[in-house]
């Protein structure tokens, strides 16, 4: 057995409340593009591909966050390589993904109230917040949503699509297969095999989701019992921005 396949223990959905109540003290690291980063990472912008409006072209994430992203694709075996498929988001992203599983819950579940249709929803995908002290975790810059494929970018068998919402979307879900199949072995060896190295390079993850991990934000400071969060809202400013910015810098000079 390879070190990195170990078994996955099914977690526990975490407390919203108690989460989005930990503290965040932002540490001030900059968003940096992963598409100028050299092998052994891959990049594939899912959301920008899939269509998803106002979707970035490039996949961003914290500093450290990248770091420990590298580490994470140096722990595979030979032959398999990491994808990031999604980093920061702009709130209109978040805020349209949220909308969209929320708007197809409702028409699946049409008896049920809205707080049954949220707390359905945000097993997948968060609320869209930029609330300093509540903020989505795509929107910190600490989430990230990641696969794996073979040295010729073919995606390695998870399961599930990347942002599926059936029950088999849960990290652990195949490891509760009594009598495995050769396909479904494979599976449960491709997400241990991420889990592992995701989680030795310090990332933690959502239960509910195979693809989604987190470092630094209050999702992360939750599952790794930390007592305060590393980053809030991350924000990208464009060039007319900056120009503003530096224009009443020197102005004021």
């Known amino acids: 057995m390879n070190f990195l396949s170990q078994p996955l223990q099914?977690?526990?959905?975490?407390?919203?409340?108690?989460?989005?109540a930990l503290p965040i003290a932002d540490n001030g690291e900059p968003l940096?593009?992963?598409?100028?980063?050299?092998?052994?990472?891959?990049?594939?912008?899912?959301?920008?591909?899939l269509g998803v409006p106002g979707a970035l072209t490039?996949?961003?994430?914290?500093?450290?966050?990248?770091n420990r992203l590298q580490q994470a694709a140096t722990l595979l075996p030979a032959g398999i390589e990491l994808v990031v498929l999604d980093g920061w988001r702009p709130f209109r992203v978040q805020q349209y993904l949220f909308e969209a599983l929320v708007d197809a819950l409702r028409r699946r579940f049409p008896d049920e109230d809205d707080s049954t249709?949220?707390?359905?929803?945000?097993?997948?995908?968060?609320p869209p917040s930029t609330d300093e002290t509540a903020p989505s975790p795509h929107l910190t810059g600490g989430a990230v949503d990641v696969c794996l494929c073979d040295g010729r970018g073919q995606l390695?068998?998870?399961?599930?699509?990347?942002?599926?919402?059936?029950?088999?979307?849960?990290?652990?879900?195949?490891?509760?297969?009594?009598?495995p199949g050769a396909e479904e072995a494979e599976i449960i060896e491709n997400r241990r095999l991420?889990?592992?190295?995701?989680?030795?390079?310090?990332?933690?993850?959502?239960?509910?989701?195979?693809?989604?991990y987190d470092y630094g934000n209050q999702s992360w400071a939750w599952y790794s019992q930390q007592p305060q969060a590393l980053f809030g809202v991350a924000q990208q400013h464009g060039l007319a921005e900056r120009w503003r910015a530096q224009v009443t810098v020197f102005a004021g000079a």
Do not use: K
């Open 194 to 212: 991420l889990h592992s190295c995701m989680t030795r390079a310090g990332f933690t993850n959502l239960p509910s989701e195979w693809w989604h």
């Open 32 to 49: 940096v593009p992963l598409g100028l980063v050299p092998s052994p990472l891959r990049v594939y912008p899912a959301y920008f591909h």
């Open 117 to 126: 249709l949220l707390t359905r929803a945000r097993r997948f995908v968060a």
């Open 58 to 66: 490039e996949c961003y994430v914290r500093r450290s966050v990248l």
């Open 10 to 20: 099914s977690q526990p959905e975490p407390d919203w409340a108690r989460l989005q």
């Open 156 to 179: 390695l068998n998870m399961g599930t699509a990347f942002d599926d919402i059936s029950p088999w979307s849960y990290t652990a879900a195949f490891e509760a297969v009594a009598r």
